[in-house]
Every structure is written in C-alpha cells, then in structure tokens.
C-alpha cells in the first residue's frame, strides 16, 4: 500500500510538471509577437513617421529641450530602454530568488509591457513622446519578463530535458510570431478593402500585439508555481544585494566563461538580425514587401531550426550541437557578401538560412547556461545572462557602423560581423562544460 501511494504521488507529481512545461510555452507564445510585429516590422518606421511630422524645418525633434533626429529618434528610445531594463533586471531577479514570488513579478511586468504595447493604438499625429515612453516600457518590461521567465527553466525541467523544453519553447515563440504577422500583413497590405487608413492598419497592429501579449499571459500564471525564497519577505537593499550577486559569480569562474562567449556570438546574432533589412535595402535594392516576406520566412523555419537542433543536442550534446551552429553563421554570412543585388531568391535562401540556425543557437544557449546556475540563484543568475543579451547589444551595430563608414560598403560590414562567431566559437571550445555544471552544484546530464 505504502509503494502504490509513492507511484501515485511520483505519477501526480510527474503530471503536474509536464502541466507546468506546458504553461511555460505559453509565455513565448504570448511575448514573441511584440518582438516580431511591433519591434521588428511596424513600430520603426512608423515612430519615425511620427517624429517626422512633429519636427522642425530642420528634421529636429526636441524632447526635454535636447535636439534630437528625428530619424534617430527610435533607435535612442531603444537605447533607454535598454539601460532601464540593464538597472531593472538584476534588482528584480534579486528580489524574486529572495521572496520566492517570482510568478507575480512576472505576472507585472509582462502586463506593464502588454499595457504599454496596446496603448500605442494612440500613437498618431504628432504624439513622438508619447511613442518614445510607451517603446521604453515595454522594451525594459520585456526584457525583465523574460528574464524572469527563463529562469524557471531550471526548476521545471529536468537536466536531461532542459535543450528539448527550452528548444519548444523558442518553437513556441517562433510559431506565434509568424501567425501574427501574416495577419498584420493581410490587415496592413489590405487596409483599403477592410475601410482603414495605412495609419489606422499600423496601429491596429501594434495594438493587437500587446492584447495577445496580455491575453495568453495567462496560462503561464495560472499553471507556474513559485518556490520558496531564500529568505521570504526578505527586503534587502536591491544594490547590495547585486553587489553579492556579482561577488558570487566571480566564485564561478567557468560559468562566466560561458557567459563572455554567449555575450560575443549572441550579439553577432542580435546585430544580424538588426542590420539585414538595412543591408537587404540599401545594398541589394530591395523592395520593403521582400523584406517583411523574408522576416516571416525566418520566422516559419526557425520553428523547424529550433526543434531540429534540440533532437541534435540529444544526441551530440548542447555544447557541440551550439558550435556547429557558429559555424553554420560563419557560412552563412559569408554567403551574404557575395549575394547579387536585386535577386530576391538569393536573399530569402540567406533568410533561410538564418531562420534556420537562429531559433535553436539561443534555445540551446538558455538551457545550457541553466546547468551553470548554482541551485536556488537561477533569477539573479539570468538576470545577469539578460543582461548580457541587452547589455552589450551596441557592439555588434557598432563594428557594422565603423566599417560601413570606413569603408561605403554594406557587404564589408556584413562580413564584418563573422568576427563574433569566430571568436565566440573559439571560447566557448575553451568552456570545460561538465567540469562547469559540477562546480555549480547541478548533476552532469550524459550529453552536455
């Protein structure tokens, strides 16, 4: 009797977590579609718009009285997003891993982000400001949700299955980000046919992304479960406590080597997917439909990417199955150089190729960084990785600036940016993974 109500809690408690997993898919599906349609596609040139119609005879736009381009003006509210999400993120994580109430601080700030998303329906006319506050919160917001949300990685999945739940959850975000836009695209290409101005199609788009965003937001909050804290209620300064969180990490020196790689091929990554549609454009001629075509195209086969590359890791390890994805860039990128101008074919082969790499790179970059994190630190620790993808995101755009500058040439900054891949291949094979995972205080699954 007493074995059968052992099977019978393990079987309950077997079923509750797979309950769990399938919440925390939902969060990508949920989430993604911002990152998709509003930032990828509309909200750039339309906030650019915008601007343009509220600055002066010379192009200038003055918010708090700073002179400002108004050409520049999305991508400086973008940059203060990101340094209010780089202060946000590791006073949250300390907060959540402290007080154990990591599922209500997700539950604010994905509703912040969501709130903010949908209340760019108003943006029109003149509103610039308006525009610049509403992308800097839900840009941060984002940023901490996510964070938030994949430190639970550890605690839902077992070691063994951490490459295949996190490689689902990318193919979750994937997926959704994909249906979304082909119904923005249908709206927005045939705005005349439903009674709508190109304006109003816009921010019915952008709009309808912070109410998916906030709808499907609920799953993960009805089915996560908080842990305990370390110390509940605890309200120990956020400073100090990311001074210990710093302190802390210097202790695991192999999983900073992690991170340092993950940092430089990780903004290679984020600088090409930033930069294609500017070399799509301006060096190949482009038209804007290509482009938004060649978005979706990376969306649809980095679902396919993503599950692929997770059964890889099942059998080669995360680590090899990660490498082998640098080198996939590498070629890649080395393709685009020599892509001809004004063939759209050959941009969506290159798209394809993207689309198929991207998705499992950082899925499997998530679930194996989530061996490294020592038990009960897993927000403090990802918090630290978020900020590694946000933090240090101006690099990559930088090398792609000052070599275009130097050069006039798009294609020789293209290829300037297989110096990230190269080198985070190189340190990421200097990582002693399983000897990573023990020092962390985590079990060492068979294939790492």
Known sequence: MGTETVRTEAWDEAAELRREQRGWYFYDWACSVYSTSVLTVFLGPYLTSVADHAADADGYVHPLGIPVRAGSFFAYSVSLSVVLAVVLMPLVGSAADRTGRKKQLLGVAAYTGAAATTG???????????????????????????????????????????????????????????????????????????????????????????LWWGAFTLVPLRRLRDRGGRKAGATAPGLRQLAATARDMRRHPLTLSFLLAYLIYNDGIQTVISQASVYGSEELGLGQS???????????????????????????GAKRTILGSLVAWTVTLAAGYFLPARAPVWFFVLAGGIGLVLGGSQALSRSLFSHLVPPGKEAEYFAAYEMSDRGMSWLGPLLFGITYQLTGSYRSAIISLVAFFVIGFALLARVPVRRAISEAGNPVPQKV
Do not use: K
């Not at 290509?290 to 080669?316: F, K, P, S």
């Open 120 to 210: 760019m329906f108003f943006l029109d006319g003149d509103r610039y400001l308006l525009g610049g506050l509403l992308l800097i919160v839900a840009n941060a917001a984002q940023s901490v949700a996510l964070m938030l949300y994949n430190s639970y990685l550890p605690q839902i999945a077992p070691h063994e299955e951490r490459d295949t739940i996190s490689s689902r959850g990318w193919a979750f975000g994937y997926a959704s980000g994909s249906l979304v836009l082909i119904v923005n695209l249908v709206l927005y290409s045939g705005h005349d046919s439903f009674g709508l101005s190109e304006t109003e199609a816009v921010r019915i788009c952008l709009a309808g992304a912070g």
């Open 290 to 316: 290509t482009l938004i075509g060649a978005v979706l195209l990376v969306q649809v086969l980095a679902v396919a990417g993503a599950l692929t590359m997770g059964r890889l890791a099942r059998t080669y």
